[in-house]
């Protein structure tokens, strides 16, 4: 099995099927799987991937895991942990097919608190098999070999981040051995965001929540209300903790308009996953001084496809105007001379109960051209917010 643990995920997900649970019990969606490189899959493939993801159906919360959970995420409650023993995940419930050109197509609908759980190991199991059928083999020891330069890189220069890696892995081996290199060699490594190898190696759990969290919102409650209700439903299941805001849904300066002074005072920082990070840094600084407070007590986590040389030119660009750390990816579980999948699964539409209508979710993002959505909806969103038609 590629997928052995139902903690083999990112703790966002976590964090966000507890956040629908405690606020939106009846909420439905879909999750849909796009390749942005349009990659021609075979049919063989295909089998292949349906016979993993029908693997799924046989993991189970073991008490260890449980326990493990309950004494180390403070912020959710173990009547959650509780309630994810018995969760099953149910291949039925995934449509997927290869299309006239051998593109794949993957969608899962079910209620929001359990949806959001398939779309990590999913992505996951896609990126193994599909380096599998092309051939891949890598070469652990120059994938170690250039881990091991930009630990040194992070050792000298004092670069905080964390492995935000696990949904485009090269496999869970590869991952397994970056994660194990980092615990014994790197002093900047402030943890991973995927559970299973937090508990495995005694590391840190990182995460807050996603894009998904702030898209639902948009579609229910309007675009010019999305970001700044995402974040109050935060605060409200939270109460503080987990208080890094992403800020890129609707696109930064949106963001940027919306964020009240009491959310920005209350929140830790903000995440910044797309556009000119530079650039970013300039507008939140001037944001956080335009609302008096002071940015230098505050946080950027950057995690926008990065390697460690550019991570190290924001560090510099950041230095006495405002934290930062990174979150950093594919470059640390799939830097292994072979083309990375650029896949991902986003929620595509919604709804607040089974009697609703459903409802298209969207994401603006500040990189041109990786807007996620149908188009008709994408170009209602940019109406509403004012935002050029594109």
């Known amino acids: 099995?590629?997928?052995?643990?139902?903690?083999?995920?990112?703790?966002?997900?976590?964090?966000?099927?507890?956040?629908?649970?405690?606020?939106f019990p009846y909420a439905i969606g879909t999750f849909s799987f796009n390749d942005r490189n349009e990659t021609h899959y075979t049919e063989e493939f295909l089998q292949t991937l349906k016979t993993e993801i029908e693997k799924l159906r046989r993991l189970r919360l073991t008490e260890e895991e449980l326990e493990y959970m309950a004494n180390n995420c403070r912020f959710l409650p173990r009547v959650y942990w509780e309630w994810l023993s018995s969760f099953r995940f149910d291949p039925r419930k995934i449509n997927i097919y290869l299309d006239a050109n051998h593109q794949l197509h993957m969608e899962v609908t079910d209620l929001l608190y359990k949806v959001t759980l398939y779309e990590v190991p999913l992505l996951a199991i896609v990126s193994e098999i599909k380096n599998r059928f092309f051939g891949y083999v890598p070469d652990k020891?120059?994938?170690l070999d250039k881990l091991s330069e930009k630990i040194r890189l992070s050792n000298r220069e004092k670069l905080l981040f964390s492995e935000f890696g696990t949904r485009r892995r090269f496999s869970f081996d590869v991952q397994d051995a970056v994660i194990k290199e980092l615990k014994e060699t790197s002093r900047y490594c402030t943890g991973t965001s995927n559970c299973y190898f937090a508990m495995k190696y005694n590391t840190k759990m990182m995460g807050t929540h996603p894009h998904e969290w702030f898209m639902f919102h948009g579609a229910q409650f309007g675009y010019k209300h999305a970001n700044y209700m995402a974040l109050e439903n935060w605060v409200n299941v939270y109460d503080g903790d987990l208080g890094i805001a992403l800020s890129d849904t609707y696109t930064s300066d949106i963001f940027l308009t919306n964020i009240s002074r009491?959310?920005?005072?209350?929140?830790?920082?903000?995440?910044c996953d797309s556009g000119n990070e530079f650039e970013f840094i300039?507008?939140?600084?001037?944001r956080y001084k335009e609302l008096g407070i002071d940015s230098t007590t505050k946080t950027v986590v950057f995690s926008n496809g990065l390697d460690f040389k550019k991570a190290l030119k924001i560090q510099a660009y950041c230095k006495g105007r405002i934290r930062c750390s990174f979150g950093i990816g594919t470059n640390l579980t799939n830097d292994t001379g072979f083309d990375p999948s650029n896949i991902v699964m986003k929620l595509s539409q919604c709804k607040m109960n089974i009697n609703q209508e459903w409802r298209q979710c969207i994401k603006l993002s500040d990189d041109e051209g990786k807007h996620t959505g149908t188009p008709e909806e994408v170009q209602a969103c940019l109406r509403e917010l004012r935002l050029p038609i594109t």
Not at 4 to 23: E, G, H, N, P, R
Not at 262 to 271: E, H, I, S
Not at 282 to 286: I, S
């Open 1 to 23: 099995m590629i997928i052995k643990t139902l903690l083999d995920t990112d703790l966002y997900k976590f964090t966000t099927s507890y956040a629908y649970i405690k606020l």
């Open 141 to 143: 020891n120059q994938i």
């Open 262 to 271: 009491k959310q920005a005072k209350l929140f830790d920082g903000v995440r």
């Open 282 to 286: 300039d507008k939140l600084t001037f």
